[in-house]
C-alpha cells in the first residue's frame, strides 16, 4: 500500500492492522511535530478517516476492532470518538499491546515499568514495577523501584500467560502475568535496542526484531528446550559442572536418557 498522500507525504511511523487485516491504522509525523492518525481499508487502498484527537505515536488495536489506543488517549471504533486515559501513571507511553482474545492490555513506558489492564479499560489490574531488574542503579527511583531502561516493544502470548518485554538497551524478559513476577534471567540478546517482539501461535518461541541484527529467535517452552539440549548433549545430558554453568539457579537433576 502506498500511503502518500496529496495533502501529506509525512513519514508514516507506526502501523497496526484491525481485524482480519481489513483496515490499517497508521500514525504519519507532519512538519509541525503534532503526529496524527489515519484509517485505511485495506481492500481499496484509499484512507478513509483522519483521527487527529488521538495523536498517538504508538498504536494497538483490540482484537475484536472496537477500540484504538494511543498515547493515553483511545478512540472508540468505528466512530473514533477520542477520550484520554492515564495508562501509565503519567508517563510517556513506550509499547502498546492487547491480549489476544482481547482481555488484557499492556502498557509500557520510558521509566521501565509495565501497567496491565483490563481489556475495556475498566480499571488497572496491576503494574509491574521493575521489568528489567537487573539494570536498576542509582538513577532509578528507588521508591517505586523504576529500572532505568525504557520499554520499547510488548508482546503477550497466544496462551495468555506469558508476556515478553523489550528494551531500549536490548534487554528481553519474560514475566508470569498470573503471578507479575519474572520468568528467570533476560534471554540473551545481542544488545541493540529491540523494536519489536513476538510470540509463536503455540507461545513456545519468543522472536525479537532490532534495527541492525537479524531476527533472534528463543525457544521459551520447557519441552522445547529440553529436547533441544538432549539433541546437543546426543542424550547423554549434563555433567554436574554443566548445570553449574548453564543452569545456576535451579537444582540438578537427569532430563536426558531417563
Known amino acids: 500500500m502506498d500511503l502518500a498522500t496529496k495533502t501529506s507525504a509525512g513519514a508514516v511511523t507506526t502501523i ?9 491504522y497508521a500514525t504519519r509525523a507532519p512538519a509541525d511535530g503534532r503526529p496524527s492518525n489515519e484509517t485505511w481499508d485495506t481492500a481499496h487502498h484509499r484512507r478513509t478517516a483522519v483521527l487527529a484527537a488521538l495523536a498517538g505515536s504508538h498504536l494497538a488495536v483490540r482484537p475484536d476492532g472496537g477500540l484504538l489506543v494511543g498515547d493515553n488517549r483511545t478512540a472508540a471504533l468505528p466512530g473514533g470518538q477520542v477520550s484520554g486515559r492515564d495508562l501509565v501513571q503519567g508517563d510517556e507511553i513506550g509499547a502498546l ?65 506469558t508476556l515478553a518485554v523489550g528494551g531500549e538497551s536490548g534487554s528481553l524478559q519474560l514475566w508470569d502475568i498470573a503471578t507479575r513476577q519474572p520468568l528467570g534471567d533476560p534471554l540473551t540478546t545481542p544488545g541493540e535496542a529491540i523494536d519489536t517482539v513476538a510470540f509463536s501461535a503455540d507461545s ?51 532430563v536426558c536418557g531417563g
Do not use: M
Open 97 to 161: 499491546a492487547f491480549a489476544a482474545d482481547g482481555s488484557r492490555l499492556a502498557v509500557g513506558d520510558q521509566a521501565g515499568r509495565v501497567a496491565l489492564w483490563d481489556g475495556k479499560l475498566r480499571a488497572r489490574a496491576g503494574v509491574l514495577r521493575n521489568v528489567f531488574p537487573e539494570l536498576a542503579d542509582s538513577t532509578s527511583d528507588a521508591r517505586f523501584g523504576d529500572s532505568s531502561e525504557a520499554v520499547r516493544a510488548l508482546a503477550v502470548s497466544p496462551d495468555g500467560r
Open 16 to 24: 497496526a492492522l484491525g481485524p482480519d487485516a481489513r483496515t490499517l
Open 204 to 254: 513456545g518461541t519468543v522472536y525479537a526484531g532490532s534495527a541492525h541484527v537479524p531476527l533472534q529467535r528463543y525457544t521459551v517452552d520447557t519441552s522445547q528446550a529440553v529436547v533441544r539440549i538432549c539433541a546437543r548433549v546426543r542424550g547423554a545430558g549434563l555433567t554436574k559442572d554443566q548445570w553449574r554453568t548453564y543452569v545456576p539457579d535451579a537444582p540438578y537433576r537427569r
